[in-house]
């Protein structure tokens, strides 16, 4: 009886414990923003890594100047090359009170546009953050550091290799 409470109760420590992963989670360090007019509606963006680099994820926060309750709203992503990517504006999973995207990263350096649409209280509205620049990615090319990461998994399978000729029963 004693084992099973004792059991019954550490389940339930364990439950409540792993109930709040927010506190996980280290909250969004905003270290730049960007003021960006969209009709009546003053939007502020955040970004948690300046300068912005290609493949380099990152949160963006946007944040309207009287709150995001009331507001719905559009975020519309266009590369200098390439097709825009539209994406409803959502609350950030780790900042509540403003809108975002949590570790998103830019696929391609350039000039990017980020156009919001937003329809609130005083109307639709729609703005701009112009010349947004998004530097080359961070570290070496892509396929050398892919070609860097396999080498364990191929002395892996050398070593399975290996390992299963020597241990192979002769069938002689």
């Not at 009709?39 to 300046?50: A, C, E, I, K, M």
């Not at 949590?102 to 980020?114: K, Y």
Request: proline share 10%; charged share 15%; net charge neutral.
């Amino acid at each position: 009886m004693r084992k099973t409470l004792l059991g019954l109760l550490g389940t339930c420590f364990l439950l409540l414990g792993l109930a709040s992963p927010a506190l996980a989670f280290e909250p969004v360090n905003v270290v730049h923003t960007e003021k960006v007019q969209a009709g009546p509606y003053n939007l502020t963006v955040g970004f948690s890594t300046w300068p912005v680099k290609a493949m380099q994820s990152l949160d963006f926060t946007f944040a309207p100047e009287d709150g995001i309750a009331g507001k719905k709203g559009t975020l519309t992503m266009v590369p200098a090359h390439g097709e825009p990517d539209d994406t409803p504006l959502a609350r950030h999973p780790r900042k509540r009170d403003v809108w975002g995207l949590d570790i998103h990263a830019l696929p391609e350096p350039g000039t990017w546009t980020f156009r919001f649409d937003i329809s609130g209280p005083a109307g639709p509205a729609s703005g701009e953050l112009r010349n947004l620049q998004v530097m080359e990615q961070p570290g070496p090319p892509m396929g050398l550091s892919w070609a860097i990461s396999t080498i364990p998994l191929f002395g892996l399978i050398g070593l399975i290799v290996v390992a299963w000729r020597r241990t192979r029963v002769n069938s002689n």
